[in-house]
């Protein structure tokens, strides 16, 4: 049996935590972003979600464009670029609502993966480097901060075509460079046999050995290396603004660890209640995601809760979102077969 012929439920499963992720980073973003506060674990565990539940979301999108090209290549490419269209116009109509919304980036990183799909792994190894050297480049030409208002997270200039641009492909939430790379090295996962143990065991220990070896990297280079006070310390972090190389590797490897993870853990757990309850919301992501943004956060920003809360309140609003969300989804797949805005893509674009 060919081993991509089936549907690989672990990658499911690595949605459904990755969207997770995402949910509890946005609503902190929304709720707690004008207070300063530390408050523990919960503080920590959302600073190590920051830019890698969403890289690990990116890198599961390049597998699946990897993964369809498999079977029809010639319609894969119109149907990217149609679908590249449509997340562009959606994800437009949600920066109205939203400023790290990353649908639009979304449609940017389908259309030039789609055209990259062709090209060797070695190219592709060569483009994820190309991405990064240029994008630190691009550090010590440009003003990084260019658009930004920090304190009230918001971004002047955005529909201008200077300020789309700078922000796509330069300082945005997910910029281009060096985002795409995380789109690449999905389709490059995309090639390998993601249902072989051997594979998997290699995708977690390669992930850890990443994540490990960024943060100390960064830790002995910021610590002893490089002084404190000089501002070439955002060259060696790995927070997610501005995505130096370190934290690229450190999201790199922990998208790798957790989809690793959840392809092992897919087939031990197939067929428990947890999987069939928690499966429909990984496959309608597209669905929550906009409804996480108009329904959560609008209830949210109606209750006045906007930039005034902590980040465990945010959290926790979080957690009851998510909660809702994978209820619904459950609900909805008993009677169709795909999410709203999964079925309306599809119907809009093949």
């Given at each position: 049996m060919?081993?991509?012929s ?74 990217t ?56 480049a ?17 971004y ?5 075509i ?12 997910h ?29 977690i ?66 067929d428990?209640?947890?999987y ?6 990984g496959?309608?992501t ?12 609008g ?34 797949s ?11 893509m ?5």
């Open positions: 060919n081993l991509m089936t549907r690989l439920i672990g990658l499911d499963i690595a949605r459904y935590f990755a969207f997770i992720g995402m949910v509890i980073v946005n609503f902190d973003i929304a709720m707690s972003h004008g207070v300063q506060s530390n408050e523990g674990v919960i503080s920590d565990l959302i600073g190590l979600l920051q830019g890698r539940a969403s890289a690990t979301f990116v890198v599961l999108a390049g597998i699946g464009l990897g993964l369809s090209s498999l079977k029809r290549m010639s319609q894969s490419i119109k149907i670029i149609k679908r590249s269209i449509f997340l562009l116009v959606l994800g437009l109509l949600n920066m109205l609502i939203f400023v790290g919304d990353i649908l639009h980036y979304y449609a940017f990183y389908f259309f030039f993966g789609v055209l990259l799909l062709p090209l060797s792994n070695r190219m592709l190894i060569g483009v994820i480097l190309f991405l990064n050297v240029v994008f630190v691009m550090l010590f030409s440009f003003n990084y901060e260019a658009g930004w208002n920090f304190e009230e997270l918001t002047s200039g955005f529909w201008t200077d300020g789309f641009i700078r922000n796509l492909f330069f300082n945005g939430f910029p281009i460079l060096p985002w795409l790379g995380f789109f690449l090295f999905g389709i490059l996962l995309s090639r390998v046999s993601l249902r072989e143990r051997q594979v998997q065991v290699k995708m220990a390669w992930g850890l050995t990443a994540i490990l070896f960024a943060e100390v990297m960064s830790f002995i280079l910021s610590s002893y290396l490089i002084p404190i006070d000089s501002e070439l310390q955002f060259l060696v972090m790995t927070d997610s603004m501005p995505p130096m190389p370190l934290y690229v590797l450190a999201a790199t490897g922990a998208a790798s660890l957790v989809i690793g993870l959840c392809l092992m853990a897919s087939e031990r757990f197939k428990s209640n947890v069939h309850l928690i499966s429909p919301a496959t309608q597209l669905t929550l995601y906009i409804l996480h943004i108009v329904v959560g956060l209830f949210v920003d109606a209750l006045g809760l906007t930039g005034s809360q902590t980040s465990s309140q945010a959290f926790f609003a979080a957690l009851i979102f998510c909660i809702l969300g994978t209820i619904y989804a459950f609900f909805w008993r009677w169709f077969s795909r999410g709203i805005f999964e079925s309306l599809r119907k809009l674009t093949g």
